[in-house]
């Protein structure tokens, strides 16, 4: 998510939070995920935030209108409730595929219906491909072998949507998987390009991480195409 | 650890957490799952715990010594510092596999050189095998090509120990891409049969989870081959 909004937003100040003593959220309960995406918020409201993104899929999926009523002055936004009416408008056929939280959830299809009842969802929970990313397997023959098994369900959908934050990493597997007719979404470019940001400081930013992060040379590489400099804090 | 333990000591009563909320704990820092694996053992001792077993390589690795220091009152069993020295007697050339914080720990190469410094000892870390487990995908294409992956730089070991509380799961795959001429060793077993518990407490078992567990039916038939209850409580 931090690469779309730097793409749309070059400069943007980011002062980012990643659970990474608690993740993956993705096969996390619902009420732990609510507890902790508000711990967060308040934490990141603490350090002067004025615009709030929830970047993760799960935490959207599981907590994001409790989030909105729980901080109600401030704008909140995640990564389904702006993109999915984009993508109701656009496509009739859609497939889904992101954590076993965020399928479980039926978030997605709850907001595409609404725009437009007749559209028809297939989903999938796909666990191994997070691990995959951050194993930095993002091609090579067990990734294929992993895709296979997770796509090959989906026959005559017209778009695929990335729901997960690791999964636009593996774009071109799947894409390679699926075939260039199906329009492959990434929710996280959509988001960054309905954000409109009010305010534009172009300070510093900050990444904070409630623990080392594993991998991060290679996963801030492959998402940002570039390092960045992590703070370690476990306020919770 | 529970399946080995119930093996060698049927009935024997077992208080467990599993740290669901946190998990995994095999890419955390060294300082977390210290943190974290101390507020487990006091809240097990608070509930009467008599003997400590630590069932996660990971936390043995990195946090056993420690604990044992900390908690001097208490016998606290791990992962590594019983069954390394029966490993380090039986074999010359070892095969380590585990996760990327027991791997980096380098603390069975420490224990078995410590008991023999003419052991040749391999290891590599195999992040993917636990997610893995808990896809339930202990065979098939995706599974071998992960397998296959991981293990094909073990040659000419005659033993591999699984250091990670998921693979003995991977046991049958694991011994198909090594061969027959390799012992597979799981330390669970080896720690089970050494424990000599002075307390047989034959009440019933208690398993407390931090956060609801992903897909507990399918890996506790995996494990335990029954189905448990799971108590769900966060006390930290």
């Given at each position: 998510m931090v690469g779309q909004i730097w793409k749309a937003f070059p400069e943007q100040k980011i002062i980012y939070f990643g659970d990474t003593a608690r993740l993956p959220y993705g096969t996390k309960g619902v009420d732990f995920v609510k507890r902790y995406s508000e711990k967060i918020i308040g934490w990141l409201l603490e350090r002067g935030a004025e615009d709030i993104v929830i970047a993760c899929h799960t935490s959207s999926a599981l907590a994001g209108n409790h989030l909105r009523k729980r901080f109600k002055d401030i704008r909140i936004s995640d990564m389904i409730s702006l993109p999915a009416p984009k993508i109701a408008g656009s496509f009739s056929r859609i497939g889904i595929i992101g954590?076993?939280?965020?399928?479980?959830?039926?978030?997605?299809?709850?907001?595409?219906?609404?725009?437009?009842?007749?559209?028809?969802?297939?989903?999938?929970?796909?666990?191994?491909?997070?691990?995959?990313?951050?194993?930095?397997?993002?091609?090579?023959?067990a990734a294929e072998e992993i895709a296979e098994s997770y796509l090959k369900s989906f026959k005559n959908i017209d778009a695929l949507v990335l729901a997960c934050t690791h999964y636009p990493i593996l774009k071109r597997l799947i894409k390679k998987r699926v075939g260039k007719n199906i329009k492959i979404v990434d929710p996280a470019e959509i988001l960054a390009n309905e954000l409109k940001f009010k305010v534009k400081d172009k300070g510093e930013s900050r990444f904070y991480f409630s623990d080392t992060p594993y991998n991060l040379k290679k996963i801030s590489q492959l998402c940002l195409k570039k390092e960045i400099k992590p703070i370690i804090t476990n306020p919770f």
């Open positions: 954590t076993p939280g965020t399928i479980k959830s039926k978030s997605w299809e709850k907001m595409l219906l609404q725009e437009n009842p007749k559209i028809k969802i297939y989903s999938k929970a796909c666990p191994l491909f997070v691990p995959l990313v951050e194993e930095g397997w993002i091609n090579g023959r």
